[in-house]
């Protein structure tokens, strides 16, 4: 999903795995709503890119990205204390001749292995007091694929 709000950009892809390396995001197996629940933790991960506005540079900003279920509760997973959520803080600072204006760029991944049941789940992202977007997708029950 991609956000746009007070000249920040928030895309939020959801993917079988993700790396930034080098401020860039190398996405496999991305851009699904839906994964099979095939009685298996799942494999997943965000590739998450921010274009943060010419005037927060240098500026230190809070990130929260929280999984919520279908009624908007944030999820827990077993033997885990609290709601799954990932909290950090992002700075961007303006590079040498980068032209005044230019928004700054910023990405990570996050890659996770989660025992999720069929139901439809979202994740939210924010950028404390600023942005926040949703990125939706469904579970739903499948068969292993077979091996031979």
Known sequence: MIADTEGFKLTVLLCDSAQAVG??????????SRVLFVGQPIPMGL???????????????DLVIRLLD??????????QPGPLE???????????????GT??????AINLVLPLVPGIYV??????????????FEVVRGQ???TT
Not at 47 to 61: D, S, T
Not at 86 to 98: D, F, I, N, S, T
Request: glycine residues 14%; aromatic residues 8%.
């Open 23 to 32: 401020g860039k995001l190398y996405v496999l197996g991305g851009g699904w």
């Open 47 to 61: 590739g998450v890119y921010i274009a943060i506005p010419w005037v927060l540079a240098n500026e230190p900003l």
């Open 86 to 100: 990932v909290r950090g803080r992002v700075e961007a600072g303006r590079p040498p001749g980068l032209a005044r």
């Open 144 to 146: 292993p694929t077979p």
């Open 103 to 108: 928004p700054l760029d910023s990405s990570f």
């Open 123 to 136: 994740w939210e992202t924010s950028i404390v007091g600023h942005i926040t977007d949703t990125t939706r």
């Open 70 to 79: 279908a009624n908007n509760q944030p999820v827990t997973i077993a033997g």
